[in-house]
């Protein structure tokens, strides 16, 4: 071997040496690097012309492909059952506990035991002011604790843009190292440096939405989301909300590729990670909490109205005016029994006594006059106000969806159902109907038995109803577009929403006039409501108002109630007496300060059996409003409960698979220690090398 030979081995294994050690410094310095995958040195003989010529070095990230795949999925389930249980921990935690006078449910005992109070001291105004103080209480709770669910909603809509946000310049910063890195491969460089940051960014990424990804032939990955959508290659994709969902507060996540606006949906292609963590909650979740709370209010509504539209003021209101019902003049009555409907004066005598049998048709005063009606609304209200007007007792009048009936002179007008055969229309009483004396008022209506059958009048103008079908995870999966037509019936509007929900859903009505939407078993989990142009004749009462379909009108049941107004300016108007019409002749009182049966069941409406329908995940039950309170409760305590359970079982199998990937990949300081000992030796003995080397040149030079 000649003495240049030995100059370059040396030479060579002098640089070698010192890359070795600059990649074991790096180990040692990273050790603690969340990401960071340790440097392996491997050193290769360097031949030329035949011979060695000195040593080469090639330096490559350890790096195991199936671990790594393994923990992605493990991030991606982490983080989406992590983000899950935190929101709707949260929405759990709106309920409050029972128990504790500050929750939203505990708000219902004070009104009742006000109510109680009430009945043992009926002309006490202090009693009343402090029973209405209570209910104002309970219901603002309502509506704070829903604007609240809202507001979670809202949060997570907002969240996820910043998390799309996120992963897009995570895409495009990979598709930027795969460009670095297949440039490095060619001009024969180490490429590490840029793999281990690249692999950082999918780690950050896994997190966010769950991906896979596979080795380019030139370097770098290709990444893709579980089911083979492209994510990154030399260019990357944008997340984004899709701008086909106008009308939704809370439109979709939608994936576009480079150079182009067309927009991929991407429910259907999320299995993990943040983001779907994020639509689950907004899109399913804080949905059927929402709805399920939604119920308990009408339910709360119903209970009290119910009692109170029993029982009447003392003394007796001059007029009763109800609520906007949604229904029409000409909407079937289909009432059975019979009521009373009494024109008293202020000490509570009846002066006219008038009743009116649903079955036979016809409204009687006490003098014999008879006027018969035919079974539509209007044509009651025309029978009721022709006989009033008949004896110049007061009027009735029916309009924009609601029925108002006054008494003349100055005197007032009571209700009550026949205790033998009362009044009963899909289980509701006369009054309560039609809100004649309700408590809570509300613009739109809390109840969907409707009563309306498939061959009635729809009673809707022209209008748009577009729906959303949305699957497990609350996307948007697809979109149908329902022309309402005036005129038709329910069973022709129906039939309408059934063309365009072909393969997706369907419609129907029940006995009692409700209308579902019902999905088909499999992928569709709910059928919404984006936009509603309709308009159910003059009551500015649409679709989805009037039968209570989509997300948004039966969560809102519970927001904007309010006490009545007249009643809130005249805590008088309270029902707290009750009047017993049924066969009471002329002359004879039927009210009196001192009676409190009317406040005793408005404390009883707390116990009172409420049929309760099926929402969001709660099952329909005839229960009393506090014992729905106490299930929704445990329902969304249990509900909380099994997600974060779901969160630390998916966070001990990625832990168990990060421990395996660390001990692969990982830096362990006493092997590093121990190769840079070596790697230091070896430095060592190539300088001496170079030293003998340099002195056999001195020596041939010098015997020259």
Do not use: C, W
Request: glycine share 12%; aromatic share 4%.
């Amino acid at each position: 071997m000649s003495i240049n030979s030995i100059m370059g081995t040396g030479l060579s294994a002098l640089m070698a040496n010192q890359q070795a050690l600059a990649a074991t410094s790096s180990n040692v310095a990273n050790v603690n690097t969340e990401g960071y995958s340790r440097k392996d040195v491997h050193f290769v003989t360097r031949q030329s012309g035949g011979g060695v010529s000195g040593v080469d070095i090639d330096i490559q990230r350890v790096a195991n492909a199936y671990l790594a795949a393994a923990e992605m999925r493990g991030a991606g389930d982490v983080s989406a059952a992590e983000i899950l249980s935190r929101y709707i921990d949260r929405a759990q935690g709106l309920f409050g506990d029972p128990s504790e006078r500050g929750s939203v449910f505990a708000t219902i005992d004070p009104v009742m035991q006000s109510f109680g109070a009430l009945s043992v001291d009926p002309s006490s105004s202090l009693r009343r002011s402090s029973a209405l103080s209570e209910l104002q209480t309970m219901l603002s709770q309502l509506d704070t604790t829903q604007n609240e669910i809202s507001e979670l909603r809202t949060e997570a809509h907002r969240q996820g843009y910043s998390l799309m946000e996120e992963a897009n310049a995570l895409m495009s910063n990979i598709a930027k190292l795969n460009g670095s890195i297949q440039r490095a491969r060619i001009a024969g460089v180490s490429s590490a440096e840029s793999e281990t940051e690249q692999s950082r960014l999918l780690d950050r990424l896994a997190e966010i939405v769950d991906i896979r990804t596979a080795g380019r032939s030139l370097g770098g990955v290709e990444v893709r989301t579980g089911d083979g959508l492209l994510l990154v290659d030399v260019e990357a994709a944008r997340f984004g909300y899709s701008s086909a969902n106008s009308g939704s507060a809370y439109p979709g996540i939608v994936i576009m590729q480079p150079n182009s606006t067309t927009e991929t949906p991407m429910a259907s292609h999320m299995r993990g990670g943040e983001l779907l963590g994020l639509m689950r909650a907004r899109d399913q979740e804080l949905v059927n909490l929402g709805l399920a709370f939604g119920e308990f209010a009408a339910g709360v509504v119903d209970a009290i109205n119910d009692a109170h539209n029993a029982g009447s003021a003392v003394p007796a209101p001059t007029s009763l005016v109800g609520r906007n019902t949604g229904l029409l003049a000409g909407d079937a009555l289909r009432f059975t029994g019979a009521s009373n409907l009494a024109i008293v004066d202020a000490d509570g005598q009846i002066t006219r006594n008038y009743r009116i049998d649903f079955g036979a048709g016809t409204v009687t005063d006490d003098l014999g006059g008879v006027t018969a009606f035919a079974n539509s609304i209007g044509d009651f209200q025309t029978a009721l106000n022709t006989r009033l007007a008949a004896n110049g007792d007061g009027a009735a009048a029916f309009a924009n969806g609601s029925l108002s009936i006054s008494a003349a002179g100055g005197r007032g007008v009571v209700v009550a159902d026949d205790p033998t055969s009362p009044a009963s229309r899909l289980g509701r009483g006369f009054a309560q109907t039609f809100g004649l004396n309700d408590l809570i008022t509300k613009s739109k209506p809390t109840s969907y038995a409707t009563g309306l059958q498939g061959g009635d009048a729809h009673g809707f103008g022209a209008g748009t109803l577009r729906l959303a079908v949305r699957d497990s995870n609350g996307g948007v999966i697809r979109q149908a577009t329902v022309n309402v037509t005036a005129g038709g019936s329910v069973t022709d509007l129906l039939n309408a929403i059934n063309t365009q929900l072909s393969g997706y859903g369907s419609a129907s009505i029940d006995a009692n006039g409700r209308v579902r939407l019902a999905p088909v078993a499999g992928s569709v989990s709910r059928i919404d409501v984006l936009e509603d142009t309709t308009q159910r004749g003059a009551t500015n009462v649409s679709f989805s108002d009037f039968f209570g379909v989509g997300e948004v009108a039966p969560a809102q049941r519970s927001e904007n109630l309010q006490i009545k107004n007249t009643i809130l300016a005249n805590p008088n108007l309270i029902s707290t007496a009750k009047a017993d019409l049924a066969g009471a002749a002329v002359g004879t009182r039927v009210l009196s300060p001192g009676d409190g049966r009317g406040a005793l069941a408005l404390e009883a409406a707390g116990t009172a059996l409420v049929q309760f329908q099926d929402a969001g995940g709660v099952v329909g039950q005839a229960a009393s409003i506090i014992d729905y309170a106490a299930r929704l409760s445990g329902h969304a305590a249990l509900r909380a409960e099994a997600l974060e359970s779901a969160a630390v079982a998916a966070e001990s199998v990625r832990e168990e698979v990060r421990q395996r990937r660390l001990g692969e990949e990982g830096v362990n300081l006493d092997e590093e220690l121990v190769k840079m000992t070596t790697y230091q030796q070896a430095y060592a003995a190539a300088s001496r090398m170079i030293s003998a080397a340099r002195d056999l040149y001195d020596i041939v030079l010098n015997m020259v």
